[in-house]
């Protein structure tokens, strides 16, 4: 008769705790006396409700509704001051525990995962509490006369509860508060020496790991170093690239997990990937150009990626979730020796929900509202993640065309280095998107102010129409992927046979299953054959 809640019922499902705290839903009704706000750390989720907690002193979160009249109400969320019976349940199932008033019944329930206590699948009969009579038959309307004093009794009660919580915690505050647990200790244990390992030198630092040129057992490789205080950066990544059926030719391949360090350095966990010795995306077309098909099939490779990373699939028996990168960059894309592009650094990458049911393995992060709005490099960031307006409703859909506005900034970015796009052959040096309006270190005030409200995009030069068959096609794909709607986007799928189609012109009609024609529109064949047309008839477009 009673579905779940539907207060808190846009919190994703795919959110998690962080791995040594438990995080749930906050709440407390108007009038309760006393708050156990105090038993954890509120987070900033917005204005009003729903409110996050993460909690201090337990891994339990706690909901009391109040069923009157067969309605739900609830009355109190939060976190529980310690680990008791109960805590151990997965889900919200509540329990009966006490008459507010006549006709009204309070229901508890304890739970240990991250917000499991932002709704409830159903309540018990308010009889299963044991009074006979529990729930108002229809002759006992006499009882609403009594509901003031009933509503009193409530306050009265749930203010109890609240005093006895926070008298625990000041008893365990005089005590003193119980040691978090080590999240090093996890993977120290787990994780096993690489002797064979050699470090060479380092290729690249970043904020949570450095990078390094190394050998493992004969082969070239990329040895990602974490420092032991980022082990749950290294957890997050490590859990990512160990998905099944995440091996594509145009993903960075994983080696494995161990741990180690060079030299004198303590030792911290590592990721051993594959060495690709042309650098990242940035660096190749720092030092290189590329003719049109070249150019093309880079591109072609990249939305590949980009688009496998997406594609949720059952595969040889094995379910490979979408998964969102959030920090797509020209760094982050890596050159392989057939100037085809790999997609590395999953570090922010999400599992996103997906229309089949995911194994109990697949692994998530800690998500709240706002840390779904979380995302890398500032100058590749969508205009609804530098405006705080992504759509929290469809969040999976909304960071994949977060991601395909990315992916369109270096698809300009590698364009930009093709000689036969320009009308002399010698195209400008490289600049990274932005770079020309903003310089190499934008703030994000400065980004908001050009993307957002300017709705302003890296400048495409009239040339390129020029240099092909298909006047306007170039400009069309990239506006198309960074438009400042997100749903008029592209999607990775639908870039990906756009640019098949540019590069292989006769294979136009060869869609991809799943992605119509309708779906992405492009301009009929032939599209684009290049050329190299005069200066002259360029300057004059």
Known sequence: MLGALGLWTWLPAAVQAPPNRRTCVFFEAPGVQGSTKTLGELLDAGAGPPRVIRCLYSRCCFGIWNLTQGQAQVEMQGCRDSDEQGCESLHCDPRPRAHASPGSTLFTCSCGTDFCNA?????????????????????????????????????????????????????????????????????????????QLCFSQVIQEGGHAVVWAGQLQGELVAVKAFPPRAAAQFQSERAMYELPGLQHDNIVRFITAGQGGPGPLPSGPLLVLELYPKGSLCHYLTQH?????????????????LAFLHEERWQHGQYKPGIAHRDL?????????????????????????????????????????????????YRYMAPELLDKTLDLQDWGTALRRADVYSLALLLWEILSRCPDLSPDCRPPPFQLAY???LGSSPTTCELWALAVEERRRPYIPSTWSCSTRDPGGLRELLEDCWDADPEARLTAECVQQRLAALTHPREADSFPEGCA?????????PVILPFRPSPSACHSS
């Open 289 to 305: 150009t590329s003719d049109w098909e070249s150019s093309l099939r880079m591109a072609l490779s990249l939305a590949k990626g």
């Open 119 to 195: 709704n409830y699948s159903h309540l018990p009969p308010p009889g299963s509490l044991g009074a006979p009579g529990a729930q108002a038959a229809p002759g006992e309307s006499v009882w609403m006369a009594l509901a003031l004093p009933g509503l009193l009794l409530l306050l009265l009660l749930l203010g109890s509860i609240a005093l006895a919580l926070l008298q625990r915690k000041a008893h365990r505050v005089h005590r003193g508060p119980e040691p978090e647990p080590d999240p090093g200790r996890a993977w120290s244990e787990e994780l096993p020496e690489l002797p």
């Open 517 to 525: 024609r309708e779906d992405c529109p492009f301009p009929p064949a």
């Open 435 to 437: 770079e020309a309006e």
């Open 329 to 377: 960059s020209s760094q982050n894309v890596l050159i392989r020796e057939d100037r085809s592009c790999a997609i590395g650094d999953l570090g922010l990458a999400l599992v996103l929900p997906g229309l089949s049911q995911p194994p109990t393995w697949a692994p998530t992060r800690p998500r709240g509202p706002a840390a779904i709005m979380e995302a890398g490099t």
